[in-house]
């Protein structure tokens, strides 16, 4: 599948619990990075605000900023793509001619195939592993994560339990799928040791 868009293979998502905010880990990610903002309990004006200021940063640093919810509201709010959730696959088609960049979640098999048929760039296909943040998700492993991953036919992104290390084998492991990798906590526990480039 030719992809519209070239994606990050790094991304951090954005998570309301992050103790350090995510306009000031957004400054300490690689250059070339990616964001997911969800930050969904916010109110309107305060999440267009938060990613105002997240884009302010993201430019002068090149990364690639996506915003959970609509088509019209990501192209309107300047953002670079959308993370369409599961129930509004229906909307990939509109996020396409906007040229907006389409990624979406994946669990099972019923959703690879729904982000297959969505023609979705990227793929955020969870849990691979355990994680602090869904306790109760059984873990896909690395195996059945493939699986997804080829059934997408998207970039496929890693999301659950990631670390850089956990990254690195995965991308060992992987024949004929350059896996990227998404984090929440991974990320923060690496910023105190990182400083803005």
Known sequence: MVRRHPLPLQWLF???RLIIGVVRLAALLPPGSGIVLRH????RGA???LLRRLMRVGRARGLTILVAGTPDMARRWGADGVHLRQPDARRAA???RLGLIVTMPVHDAREARRARRAKADGAFISPLYRTRSHPRAEALG???WMRLA???QAQAVALGGMTAARARQLNRGASGIKPGWAAI??????A???RPR
């Open 150 to 152: 080829r059934m997408t």
């Open 14 to 16: 954005s998570d309301e």
């Open 40 to 43: 969904d309990s916010l109110a």
């Open 142 to 144: 690395p195996a059945a």
């Open 185 to 190: 906590e991974a990320w923060e526990k690496a």
């Open 192 to 194: 105190p040791k990182r």
């Open 94 to 96: 509109q996020a396409h």
């Open 47 to 49: 999440r267009w605000r």
